[in-house]
């Protein structure tokens, strides 16, 4: 089974620090995703991997940024984390491009104070 | 470029009753569909996909979805809903080219009363 892991559930940071959300997959994918989930939102693109060292904004790049040096690992920066970032982070991995199955991570909950 | 609408933000349905949720695109050919199911405090996980071939997809779970192009729907279905089936519900488009990323609608709401 594909596994995609995000290792941090929980986190409580503070206005104006820098936060790293970090995310491993264990299925040599090429693409990968984070998404920003918000009640009444849905799902929202925050930035996009083709693979490694590439990376595409999504709808919602803004306050962020992404870093793909290995292919398996993922991570999210919030250079400066401001309270309406708080929000639920979804990572998700897929094999290549076309309509292949996108597999998510158990997602991490950010709490900005 | 694509969106969809999931008209529907909460449904309520009984144990054993039958359960459809609602799933509308605009894209200007056919996209690339999918169902994802969220538990509670979990990721999404595939239910169904459709990208051409017979219009009716069976799931996992139980579940299917029907293609229609002339209403650009793509319906969930399930004709008994089991307690467990209460979670949140999204229907995703991808284009069928380019990047193949998925928009995602804001999702349904399932509650289930025993």
């Known amino acids: 089974d594909v596994k995609v892991t995000q290792s941090s559930r929980y986190l409580v940071k503070r206005t104006g620090e820098k936060v790293f959300l970090e995310c491993v997959q264990d299925?040599?994918?090429?693409?990968m995703f984070w998404y920003r989930q918000d009640p009444g939102l849905g799902l929202r693109l925050i930035y996009f991997?083709?693979?490694?060292?590439?990376?595409e904004k999504g709808d919602i790049p803004e306050g962020y940024s992404v870093s793909r040096e290995k292919k398996e690992r993922f991570s999210l920066i919030l250079e400066s984390a401001s309270t309406n970032q708080t929000s639920m982070y979804l990572c998700?991995?897929?094999?290549?491009?076309?309509?292949?199955?996108?597999?998510f991570g158990e997602g991490s909950w950010l709490t900005v104070v | 470029a694509q969106s969809v609408t999931q008209p529907d933000i909460h449904i309520t349905v009984s144990e054993g009753a039958s359960l459809e949720l609602r799933c509308n695109y605009s894209y200007g050919a056919t996209p690339y569909l999918f169902w994802y199911v969220q538990s509670p405090g979990q990721g999404l996980q595939l239910l169904l996909k459709?990208?051409?071939?017979?219009?009716l997809v069976q799931g996992i779970k139980g579940f299917e979805a029907e293609f229609k192009r002339s209403q650009s729907s793509f319906n969930l279905r399930k004709p008994s809903v089991h307690w467990s089936d209460a979670a949140e519900y999204f229907c995703?488009?991808?284009?069928?080219?380019?990047?193949?990323?998925?928009?995602f609608g804001r999702g349904t709401s399932l509650i289930v009363h025993p």
């Open positions: 459709y990208f051409s071939g017979d219009t």
């Open positions: 998700a991995s897929r094999l290549g491009a076309s309509g292949n199955t996108i597999y």
């Open positions: 995703a488009v991808a284009p069928s080219g380019g990047s193949y990323i998925p928009t």
């Open positions: 299925m040599d994918h090429e693409n």
């Open positions: 991997s083709y693979d490694v060292k590439m990376k």
